[in-house]
């Protein structure tokens, strides 16, 4: 499951052609790592591990869903402040602020034993697999 959903993103811009294999990804790339919720997906033949960094996010504003074999993970940051001076002067800024959301297909998962930490930044999503299919919807609490 961890390759496919990494062969996916990896073929996304992938036009079959080695000249252009990576063409685009460094400008696709450039933009702030907060509205990507940048993503390591683990998995092991007991589970899967997502690990996500939100920096700048208090706990309380990170949000979890599991529903219909997808993992739901949405965040929102309210704390960006203008600091431009009186004349709207501002050299640059690349902070981030507002609402985001990314998902994730696991089909194989107990949503019952979905656990969530949260600490320094990185949000640790750990998702038991189960053989039977489950399709109800579940909030998951952050620790």
Do not use: C, W
């Not at 252009?20 to 790339?29: A, E, I, L, Q, V």
């Not at 591990?49 to 309380?60: A, L, M, N, S």
């Not at 750990?126 to 998951?140: A, C, F, N, R, V």
Request: aromatic fraction near 10%; glycine fraction near 6%; proline fraction near 3%.
């Amino acid at each position: 499951m961890a390759n496919e959903i990494s062969n996916r993103f990896n073929n996304l811009l992938d036009s079959g052609d080695e000249l252009f294999k990576n063409f685009g990804r460094p400008f696709f790339n450039m933009s702030d790592s907060f509205k990507e919720l940048r993503t390591d997906v683990e998995e092991t033949a007991e589970d899967y591990t997502v690990v996500i960094d939100i920096p700048g996010v208090e706990k309380k504003d990170i949000s979890i869903d599991f529903k219909d074999n997808t993992l739901t993970v949405s965040a929102k940051r309210q704390s960006y402040s203008d600091r431009s001076d009186k004349d709207g002067n501002m050299i640059a800024s690349e902070r981030s602020y507002g609402r985001f959301t990314r998902q994730y297909n696991f089909p194989d998962v107990d949503h019952e034993k979905i656990g969530a930490k949260y600490a320094d930044g990185v949000l640790t999503v750990s998702l038991p697999k189960t053989t039977e299919g489950q399709d109800k919807t579940h909030k998951i609490a952050i620790e």
